[in-house]
T-cell receptor, first 109, second 113 residues
Framework: RKEVEQDPGPFNVPEGATVAFNCTYSNSASQSFFWYRQDCRKEPKLLMSVYSSGNEDGRFTAQLNRASQYISLLIRDSKLSDSATYLCVVNQGSYIPTFGRGTSLIVHP | DTGVSQDPRHKITKRGQNVTFRCDPISEHNRLYWYRQTLGQGPEFLTYFQNEAQLEKSRLLSDRFSAERPKGSFSTLEIQRTEQGDSAMYLC???????????FGPGTRLTVT
């Protein structure tokens, strides 16, 4: 089993839709969780941290479920500009993060 | 621009040649990381530095790869005797000492022919 797993997608959604991605992790001792966004042929950029109490930033909401060992990212009112790959990142007790392979999102008109 | 910078942005080399990449982190950041990313995959950890000390290397990292950060500022990644399988995007990231949040440079895309 991979340490951090994501559905690669792609998720094809119309503008205005709500879409959610999950990411599962295998190490129950994992401490820090993040979502990064990566545009085609660009570097990953930090989107948001995922706290135990959840985290919301505008149209984006991130949640952590420690019991089931997954994190989620919810995007409301999708925009064309949200089209990208969303990378789940988990720190498993060290400063070395483990990245998922990413989930591709395509928002169409 | 005070972000992470990498040079060169693109490198095409012939199999068997040596290549060296440079990364300049955000100046206040103590930690510097190197990753490799291939199409359809997430970044794969290679090695990281805390100031000038190289604290960890991936066990997947071949002996042909070496990295330095001599003065705790910029870092170089060298690949000796390149192979076609080394073709990838090489990403550098940096972070504060007490933070897990990392900021990435634009990457160096290596093509080995």
């Amino acid at each position: 089993r991979k340490e951090v797993e994501q559905d690669p997608g792609p998720f094809n959604v119309p503008e205005g839709a709500t879409v959610a991605f999950n990411c599962t992790y295998s190490n129950s001792a994992s401490q820090s969780f993040f979502w990064y966004r990566q545009d085609c042929r660009k570097e990953p950029k930090l989107l948001m941290s995922v706290y135990s109490s959840g985290n919301e930033d505008g149209r984006f909401t991130a949640q952590l479920n420690r019991a089931s060992q997954y994190i989620s990212l919810l995007i409301r009112d999708s925009k064309l500009s949200d089209s990208a790959t969303y990378l789940c990142v988990v720190n498993q007790g060290s400063y070395i993060p483990t990245f998922g392979r990413g989930t591709s999102l395509i928002v169409h008109p | 621009d005070t972000g992470v910078s990498q040079d060169p942005r693109h490198k095409i080399t012939k199999r068997g040649q040596n290549v060296t990449f440079r990364c300049d982190p955000i100046s206040e950041h103590n930690r510097l990381y190197w990753y490799r990313q291939t199409l359809g995959q997430g970044p794969e950890f290679l090695t990281y530095f805390q100031n000038e000390a190289q604290l960890e290397k991936s066990r997947l990292l071949s002996d042909r790869f070496s990295a330095e950060r001599p003065k705790g500022s910029f870092s170089t990644l060298e690949i000796q005797r390149t192979e076609q399988g080394d073709s990838a995007m090489y990403l550098c990231a940096s972070s504060f000492l007490t933070s897990y949040e990392q900021y990435f440079g634009p990457g160096t895309r290596l093509t080995v022919t």
